[in-house]
């Protein structure tokens, strides 16, 4: 079974590397969904939604939100970030018996992201 909780954060970046006009100081309230997987534990769930928001919110959410991502990351692209959030929760998640499945990071309405540990 997958279970499902999304988040927000708010953060602004310039992509150095980019020519265009995000090569220019610029924020997004991104959303992040995160997905685990594994069988339905004692409690008959996957993990408790409260446990997993704790998780998240220590380990990536009080790390990226109101942060200026370039001091963080060289090239700070949604898909940087989303490599940095998977290395963040993959081994927390394989601790309490479960796997991490997938995370979608999305910048705005319209433009994301889906991660699933793959080496690139």
């Known amino acids: 079974m997958i279970l499902v909780k999304k988040f927000s954060f708010e953060a602004a970046h310039n992509l150095t ?3 265009g006009k995000c090569e220019k100081l610029h924020g997004h309230t991104y959303r ?3 997905k ?3 069988p339905l534990n004692e409690e008959e769930m996957v993990m408790d939604f409260a446990e997993l928001k704790k998780i998240v919110e220590e380990l990536v959410i009080s790390k990226l ?3 200026y ?3 963080m990351f060289d090239q700070p692209t949604t898909e940087r970030v989303a ?3 998977w290395d963040q929760l993959s081994k927390e998640m394989e601790k309490r018996g479960v796997r991490l499945h997938e995370i979608e990071l999305w910048e705005t309405e319209t433009s994301g992201v889906v ?3 793959e080496k690139v």
Request: proline share 0%; net charge negative.
């Open 17 to 19: 590397k980019y020519h």
């Open 115 to 117: 991660y699933r540990g």
């Open 83 to 85: 490599i940095w959030i």
């Open 32 to 34: 992040l969904v995160v």
């Open 69 to 71: 991502l370039n001091d």
């Open 65 to 67: 939100d109101h942060s």
């Open 36 to 38: 685990i997987e594994g």
